[in-house]
T-cell receptor, first 115, second 115 residues
Framework: ETGVTQTPRHLVMGMTNKKSLKCEQH?????MYWYKQSAKKPLELMFV???????ENNSVPSRFSPECPNSSHLFLHLHTLQPEDSALYLC??????????????FGEGSWLTVV | AQSVAQPEDQVNVAEGNPLTVKCTYS??????LFWYVQYPNRGLQFLLK??????LVKGSYGFEAEFNKSQTSFHLKKPSALVSDSALYFC?????????????FGTGTRLTVIP
């Protein structure tokens, strides 16, 4: 148990569907992240939120839309995805963004398959 | 450009033998250094990190890592491997300073401990 909970753990969706991934952290952290993990590639940072404000958007296509309603919750809204978007999506959190020494804690991930 | 190299995709070691998983980095300044482990169908779990001070860092499950500034390396080690250590290991670096939101990850090394 890492303190970061992701739902659903597995999601299969068609290219025309709209779905959402949910993340909740119970660590009292102020920063939250979405990462994408694809086979044979380094983890890719997608979005960073600090105190519910988006501070980084790493050239992610608009078919991925994040939402951070409060410092404990983070969503990734998905629409009109492509098969190459199939991957493990990892949510993470850290105390804050000052200095970079804070450990980033990851959730168990949501396996997404686009058919 | 910032980068992290894990030169070995796969490391095999016999149970009870010492293990080393290698990591070198190319990041400006003196970055913070991290190791994470990923068990099958799970998220990333934090093992240890180097912030400053002693070059030998001790972490979870008996793992340790040695920071070598001149060689820009941060190799993960364990004196005696267990079968349960079999997993995917990721080295990550994070630049110092505010605004350094990203962890740069290597592509991972799969460790197999042979009974």
């Amino acid at each position: 148990e890492t303190g970061v909970t992701q739902t659903p753990r597995h999601l299969v969706m068609g290219m025309t569907n709209k779905k959402s991934l949910k993340c909740e952290q119970h660590l009292g952290h102020n920063a939250m992240y979405w990462y994408k993990q694809s086979a044979k590639k380094p983890l890719e940072l997608m979005f960073v939120y600090s105190l519910e404000e988006r501070v980084e958007n790493n050239s992610v296509p608009s078919r991925f839309s994040p939402e951070c309603p409060n410092s404990s919750h983070l969503f990734l809204h998905l629409h009109t995805l492509q098969p190459e978007d199939s991957a493990l999506y990892l949510c993470a959190s850290s105390q804050d963004l000052t200095g970079g020494m804070n450990t980033i804690y990851f959730g168990e991930g949501s396996w997404l398959t686009v058919v | 450009a910032q980068s992290v190299a894990q030169p070995e995709d796969q490391v095999n070691v016999a149970e009870g033998n010492p293990l080393t998983v290698k990591c070198t980095y190319s990041v400006s300044g003196n970055p913070y250094l991290f190791w994470y482990v990923q068990y099958p169908n799970r998220g990333l779990q934090f093992l240890l990190k180097y912030i400053t001070g002693d070059n030998l860092v001790k972490g979870s499950y008996g793992f340790e890592a040695e920071f070598n500034k001149s060689q820009t390396s941060f190799h993960l080690k364990k004196p005696s491997a267990l079968v349960s250590d079999s997993a995917l290991y990721f080295c990550a670096v994070r630049p110092r300073g505010t605004g350094a939101n990203n962890l740069f990850f290597g592509t991972g090394t799969r460790l197999t401990v042979i009974p």
